[in-house]
């Protein structure tokens, strides 16, 4: 890779150390070399950016990008240009729903091999567990997964299968001794619940997945987790799109026991609301669903508690038949919300009416995220040693959210019409210009990362 020459970029507004400060920060081969003091002058070009925020560029680590097998869903070239655009400069893939998915070897393998200069910015993968698949996993570890994932409930796709009790107590000797994350779909229907019908109500829709279902999944989460711990193993557990706020308790008492659990939540559940959800609008659709308003307010709460650790997009697109946007169908329509460009807008225009600083915006989507998927000495923050993957973002500027500006594959969102705070002008990764003026610039520099070249 040609690394642009040595540079340096001033700001009155870096996020750096947890804070904002006044820096110039110097990159040399891809790399910061330094973050000096705002007069301080190197000897390189120094582009001044007066007021505009010089931010670290964001880590999304639960991105649904469907390659191989269904590529018409999304694909790496669409969704990484939308990484970019949005100012993510590193994604991790879920193993689910390409085809094959993403449990053994082999399936890793192919993945890796549809790359070939599709990668706008840094990816790295997760990998699945699936009841067949257990003989397979340390394997599968060894191969770079930088973790694995299950799910307690349907996944959506029949070649994705819920695990049971007894399938996690079989992972997580093997997930310990890894010392990498296990993501848990959390739901979990005890009463194997006959299918509701629901048809164009959204209310019937988020009647038949009731929170019961994510707060006793993460019960058993953590009663195996503990279980685990007296056995001599510390598994780190990690809840997945946390949705619902009863949940927060257990967590929050699970982690004073010193339990390791973790657990994100996304933009659409800390922005959209059930009340305001129409009837028929399936783009709202997603499971777990979109809750109640106070049950929003109690999620900010769990994030600025630090209960809920990051915030990440959860981008999981389908075509647009699939959605069934002329039937209204949300029985039939897939459940996945495509937010994956607009997330940083979307939480910083929430963030900022509730009190939140920028800083603490790029510690939700920047560096815990990083940090999670073993990627903390890396990404994440500005400062020495680190890629230089940074965006530049003006703060105080609003856009509209309309089809004719998405990068990914289809234009579609249910933020369609929503005025928000904060534009990406620019994303670097490693020094170089990927998104700018709007558009996507340069060639595809992103490279794959695997776990065991990740901190290089």
């Known amino acids: 890779m040609n690394h642009p020459e040595y ?73 990484t240009q939308s990484a970019a655009a949005g100012g993510i400069t590193t994604v991790v893939d879920m193993p689910l729903n390409c085809t094959p998915v993403t449990t053994t070897v082999s399936a890793l393998q192919q993945k890796l091999d549809a790359l070939s200069d599709q990668l706008w910015v840094d990816c790295g993968f997760w990998g699945g567990v699936v009841p067949d698949s257990l003989d397979e996993l340390d394997d599968l570890l060894h191969a770079g997964v930088l973790g694995v994932k299950s799910f307690t409930i349907h996944s959506g796709i ?23 994350p296990y993501l848990i779909h959390a739901e979990l229907d005890r009463d194997n619940t006959p299918p509701a019908e629901i048809g164009t109500s959204y209310e019937s829709f988020l009647a038949s997945r009731p929170r019961s279902w994510e707060n006793d999944a993460i019960d058993l989460i953590i009663e195996l987790a503990e279980e685990a711990r007296l056995a001599g193993q510390d598994p780190s557990m990690h809840i997945v799109h946390l949705s619902s706020a009863e949940a927060i308790p257990a967590i929050a008492q699970a982690q004073a026991r010193g339990v390791s659990i973790t657990a994100e939540t996304c ?31 109690a999620l900010w709460q ?48 929430e963030a900022r009416e509730r009190g ?55 234009k579609i969102t249910p933020y369609e019409g929503r005025e928000v ?36």
């Open 7 to 79: 540079f340096a970029l001033r700001s009155r507004r870096v996020i750096a150390n947890g804070g904002e400060r006044a820096a110039t920060v110097v990159v040399a081969n891809g790399k910061i070399a330094a973050v000096l003091d705002y007069d301080e002058t190197p000897d390189c070009p120094v582009e001044d950016l007066d007021d505009r925020v010089l931010m670290p560029g964001l880590v999304d680590t639960h991105v649904h990008i469907n390659e191989p097998g269904r590529t018409e869903w999304e694909g790496f070239n669409t969704a």
């Open 158 to 180: 029949d070649d994705f299968p819920q695990v049971d009790e007894t399938h996690i107590r079989q992972a997580l000797p093997i997930i310990s001794a890894h010392g990498v």
């Open 267 to 297: 933009p659409h559940y800390l922005t959209l609301f059930a009340e305001a959800c129409p009837d028929g609008k399936t783009l709202y659709k997603c499971c777990p669903p979109i809750r109640e308003d106070a049950n929003r307010m």
């Open 302 to 349: 769990g994030l600025a508690e630090g209960t809920i650790e990051f915030v990440v997009s959860d981008h999981s697109p389908c075509t647009p038949q699939l959605k069934h946007l002329d039937s209204g169908d949300l029985e039939r329509a897939w459940g996945g919300i495509s937010t994956l460009q607009f997330g940083l807008p979307l939480i910083w225009t």
């Open 356 to 410: 939140f600083s920028l800083a603490e915006v790029a510690d939700w989507m920047a560096t815990r995220p990083a940090r999670f998927a073993g990627l903390g000495g890396r990404k994440g923050c500005i400062a020495a040693g680190y890629d230089a993957d940074l965006i530049i973002f003006d703060d105080n500027a609003r856009f509209t959210i309309c089809p004719e500006i998405i990068k990914y594959r289809h």
């Open 421 to 456: 705070y904060g534009v990406v002008e620019r994303t670097l990764l490693r020094g170089i210009p990927v998104f700018a003026g709007g558009d996507i610039i340069g060639g595809p520099e992103g490279e794959p990362i695997l776990a065991r070249n990740k901190e290089t």
